[in-house]
Structure formats: structure tokens, C-alpha cells
């Protein structure tokens, strides 16, 4: 059997890649990630039935979140790090089954594989398609998504020493499901919502964790032009590894710039101390290629998302840590205190030329919850007194299609009486375009990453209990989402938890979604997807 993943908004065809990712994945990845996944599975049934107190269990812990987050989209493109990483997991497993009195265990938590021939092999039956009736397979699939963007922010959370067993203890218990051919439909779309449930938990982990951190995210002012110091350049979402970067270019003369999710970095106190934090450079993940060219320094990478880079010039200049990985990268890895050494990426900095201006002027950020409810009073009489009439809540990615510039559109063309809350990398589609502001309150409010959107929902259940309402339905917020990968499905199922309705989902709906499950989510919530952008602009109005 080929390759089989659906798991993006770029799916070929929007129904599945099989041949080789759009995202550039090759098959051999698609089924080491696949195996991968499929040991997880294994670990989580050994934990379920022999009630392993996961709490204890450091290592297999962390390593259960890395692995998931190394199967996010764009993450790791390098087979020997997931292959490694297939090993480890099964050294792991089979210590804790010998530690635990489980009978009639499941072949995905017994099965060896010596080779890497043998793990390809291995890999072919135990794909998303070995799960045979296609609903089963859709709500597995959507859960095991939402665990891998869940897994994203636990790490995060993580690496700041925040720690939530319970969040752990669920994901096995929601892999373990996933074997469990006893389960029905409803079963598993309870499960679904269980896992949105998980989802606000892990967003509020990091959530705190960040805060506790690095500060309440202000109202910021981030410059978009350059200086003419050699820099290096960060992305993904990785706080840590932007603050020990930070520590280790002080005094060097080399400046740092964020790119694409790294962005709202900029809005925590913490980070503005450093005087070399240049500014933002460039745009969202999938215009890196041309972006990364004129650069010209070093680039790091803590989390998705990597485009293939073109040239062995720019390779060369790409360094990766954390879950993500390429061939041909170096790839930096934390001492047993977390430490990283990143003084490779600072003399090749310091060899380059600074980088060149693609842009200039600034752009502003930093309305995450605690910045927006000391507005609240500001916000609530603009409310009233009809000068705002609504929200629209634009969180979530950006991406390559073409038909996501509905998203600058709708951004240009909704009344002038309204505003964005966003939060992601879906931001970049209308975060430039100076939509001006309202009495004060700028049009666009960006909390900051995809798991900020937890910030959405903090100011949106705050404004609920200002109003006296008993639904977050009254208030006058539209909810018009851009996905792209398995961070926005958790968001996603997060919101279903909370109970957020008529949720419009776009460019397309996800591939993984069977018709009978895609009319369950029409039925229960309203879920709908995007059509004309004046069309869609009516009919949020009307509601
Ligand atoms: Fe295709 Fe997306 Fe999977 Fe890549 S992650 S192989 S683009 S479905
Ligand atoms: Fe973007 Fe990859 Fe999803 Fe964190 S960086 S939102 S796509």
C-alpha cells in the first residue's frame, strides 16, 4: 500500500495524499509517522488497562507529546529522527508493559520491528485506511488530530515546567479508543467533544505558563522593517527557545527577528528588554521561501511549519530543535536542563550580511485577554451604544491556495462598524491592510498564536457574563475560522466544547470529514463552510 494522509487543508484533491505530500512529505515519512502513531497507540492501550499512574513517568511523558507534535504537518521531514523516534517509543513501551499485569493486549502494543524495512512494512497496515468504515475512521482521525495539536501546546507548557498529568492520562485513554473497535459513532463524537474539552485545558496550561513567564501580553507596536546588523531569524511557536536565543546574542551584534507564528513573542514584556528583538520580518509560514532568500541569515526552527527549501544555500542556513526536523538541517538538541547551544547559528550569523528591507512601518498586536478586559469598559459602550455592531472571530492559519485571499477580502469589505478578533497565522491575510479603528479600538485585535484563540474565548465568555447572557450564541460575535493544520482542529474542538455555534470553517472543509460525520457537525452545531465573501458578509449581519 501507498501512502495514505488527509490530516491538512491541503490534502491532494481534498480527499488525500498518496503519492507524496502537497506539504512535500515523502511516503516514507507519511508511514514512519504513521508507525509512529500507531506505537502511541500501543503505549496509551498498555497505560489504560493496567492503570499506569503517568505522573511518575518523565520521560515517556515528554515523549509521548514530541512524538505527536513530530507528526504535525510541515514539523519533520526527516525520516531518521522519526525512525529514531519509533525506537524510543518502543523502548519505552515495553518497559512499562513489563512493569504492568495487562492480558490480551493489541498487536500496536506488542509488535518489534528490527528494520527500518521492516518498520515501512509494518507501516502499510496500520495507516489511517486500515480502519475500514469510513465514519469510524473520520472521528478516529479528527481525534487523533485534535491529540496532535493538544500535544503541541502541552509541550510548550512543558518546557516552561508547567504540567498537567491529567492532560496525558486523557490522551491515552482517547488512543487507546482508537483501537477499540467496540466503539460507535456516538461514542466517538463524545469523544470528540471530550477532547475539544482537553483542548481548553491544554490552551489555558500554556496559557498560564506563557503569562507566568514572559509577562500579560500588551498592546505592542512591532517594527516590520530591518536594521543593518546580521540577525537570525525565529519561527514556530517555541518561547523558550526564543528566550535562550535572546540570552545568547546579547552583546554579539547579531539582531533577532520573528517570522510568521513567533510574531506575538513581541507582546510579552518579558522579550522587550532586549534591545536586539529587532521586529517581524516577512509574512506567514508558506512565503518563507522567498522570504528566507532575501534574509540572508540564519534561520531557526522550533515547531512546524518548514517548506522544503529550495537551495543547499538556504539549507545550509536552516537550523531545526524541538519535535521539528529536515534532512540536511542541523539539528540542536537540549542538554538533560533543557539547555541548547545555539552558538553554531550565532557565528554563521555574524558571517552574513544583514538582512534586506522588504518592508517597512509597523504593525500592532497584543490583545490577548488580559489587555482586552482592562479595555472592557471601552468595548462594552462601544457595544452599546451600537459603534460596534459585531466581532468577527478570524482565528486559525493562513496557507498557500489562492482561495484564502476570501480572508483579505472579507477583512476589506465588512462594515466599517465591526471588528476582528484573530489569533494564528491567519492574521497575515489582513494584519497589514490599516482597517483603522474604532473610537480608540483598532479593528484588528490580534491575541496571538493559534493558542491564543483560548484568549478569544476567555474575552468572549467574559463578555457573556458582562451582558448577563445565558449563551454565547447572543453575543454579537461570528465565528469565520481558517484552518490549515492539526493545531487549528483542536481549536476547532475546543470551541464545539465550549459551545460555540455556526462556526463557518474554510477555504475548504477538512478532507478527513465523512459525510455522515461531516452532518453531524452540521446538524449539532451549525458548522458551515465559506461561499461568496459578500454572501457569507450578509448573512453573518443578519444573524
Ligand atoms: Fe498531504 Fe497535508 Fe498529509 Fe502533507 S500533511 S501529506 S499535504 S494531507
Ligand atoms: Fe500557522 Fe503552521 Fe497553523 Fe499556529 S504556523 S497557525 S499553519
Redesign the pocket.
Known amino acids: 500500500m501507498t501512502?495514505f494522509?488527509?490530516?491538512?487543508?491541503?490534502?491532494?484533491k481534498g480527499t488525500?495524499?498518496t503519492v507524496?505530500?502537497?506539504?512535500?512529505?515523502s511516503e516514507d515519512v507519511?508511514k514512519l509517522q504513521d508507525l509512529l502513531i500507531y506505537t502511541l497507540k500501543g503505549i496509551s492501550e498498555i497505560v489504560v488497562k493496567g492503570k499506569v499512574d503517568v505522573r511518575e513517568l518523565n520521560e515517556l511523558n515528554y515523549q509521548f507529546l514530541n512524538s505527536l507534535f513530530m507528526t504535525i504537518?510541515?514539523a519533520n521531514f526527516d525520516e531518521e529522527s522519526i525512525e529514531n523516534q519509533i525506537k524510543r517509543m518502543i523502548i519505552l513501551r515495553d518497559d512499562i508493559r513489563k512493569n504492568t499485569n495487562t492480558r490480551n493486549l493489541h498487536d500496536a502494543s506488542t509488535f518489534v520491528v528490527e528494520s527500518k524495512e521492516k518498520m515501512l512494512e509494518k507501516a502499510s497496515s496500520v495507516g489511517v485506511l486500515s480502519t475500514e468504515s469510513e465514519d469510524i475512521r473520520s472521528l478516529r482521525e479528527m481525534i487523533i488530530y485534535g491529540l496532535k495539536g493538544m500535544a503541541a501546546y502541552t509541550e510548550h507548557a512543558w518546557n516552561i515546567g508547567r504540567k498537567n498529568p491529567e492532560i496525558l492520562a486523557f490522551m491515552c485513554e482517547a488512543l487507546s479508543s482508537t483501537l477499540d473497535d467496540s466503539r460507535n459513532v456516538d461514542e466517538l463524537v463524545d469523544l470528540t467533544l471530550k477532547t475539544g474539552e482537553f483542548g481548553v485545558k491544554a490552551m489555558a496550561l500554556l496559557d498560564e505558563a506563557n503569562t507566568s513567564k514572559y509577562g500579560q501580553p500588551e498592546l505592542t507596536k512591532v517594527n516590520i522593517g530591518v536594521r543593518d546588523n546580521p540577525a537570525i531569524l525565529i519561527s514556530g511557536h517555541d518561547l523558550t527557545d526564543l528566550e535562550q536565543l535572546l540570552e545568547q546574542t546579547t552583546d554579539t551584534g547579531i539582531d533577532v527577528y520573528t517570522h510568521s507564528e513567533m510574531l506575538p513573542a513581541h507582546y510579552y514584556p518579558k522579550f522587550k528588554k532586549y534591545e536586539h528583538f529587532a521586529g517581524n520580518y516577512g509574512n506567514a509560514w508558506w512565503k518563507q521561501l522567498e522570504e528566507f532568500e532575501s534574509f540572508n541569515g540564519p534561520i531557526l526552527f522550533t515547531t512546524n511549519c518548514i517548506v522544503p527549501p529550495r537551495s543547499e544555500e538556504i539549507r545550509r542556513r536552516i537550523f531545526t530543535t524541538g519535535s521539528t526536523g529536515y534532512p540536511g538541517c542541523k539539528h540542536i538538541v537540549a542538554d538533560e536542563n533543557g539547555k541548547k547551544d545555539f552558538s553554531e547559528i550565532v557565528d554563521l550569523a555574524k558571517k552574513l550580511p544583514a538582512p534586506k528591507e522588504i518592508e517597512t512601518g509597523s504593525i500592532i498586536g497584543g490583545f490577548a485577554h488580559n489587555q482586552v478586559i482592562s479595555l472592557s469598559d471601552q468595548i462594552v459602550e462601544a457595544i452599546k451604544t451600537g459603534a460596534i455592531k459585531k466581532f468577527f472571530v478570524m482565528a486559525g492559519c493562513d496557507g498557500r491556495m489562492k482561495t484564502r485571499n476570501y480572508y483579505t477580502e472579507f477583512a476589506k469589505k465588512i462594515p466599517k462598524d465591526t471588528v476582528i478578533l484573530t489569533a494564528g497565522c491567519a492574521k497575515y491575510r489582513y494584519n497589514k491592510l490599516n482597517l483603522g479603528d474604532i473610537n480608540g479600538i483598532p479593528r484588528v485585535l490580534d491575541a496571538g498564536q493559534c493558542n491564543d484563540s483560548y484568549s478569544l474565548a476567555v474575552i468572549a465568555l467574559k463578555l457573556k457574563e458582562i451582558f448577563g447572557l445565558d449563551d454565547i450564541n447572543e453575543l454579537p460575535i461570528a465565528f469565520n475560522i481558517a484552518w490549515y493544520?492539526q493545531k487549528a482542529v483542536i481549536v476547532l474542538l475546543a470551541l464545539l466544547y465550549l459551545g460555540v455555534k455556526n462556526i463557518h470553517l474554510g477555504p475548504t472543509l477538512p478532507?478527513f470529514l465523512s459525510p455522515n460525520v461531516g452532518k453531524v457537525l452540521v446538524d449539532k452545531f451549525g458548522i458551515a463552510g465559506i461561499g461568496e465573501v459578500e454572501d457569507d458578509i450578509e448573512l453573518f449581519m443578519n444573524v
Open positions: 501512502m494522509c488527509y490530516q491538512c487543508q491541503e490534502t491532494a488525500g495524499c507524496r505530500g502537497v506539504c512535500g512529505k507519511a504537518t510541515n493544520e478532507g
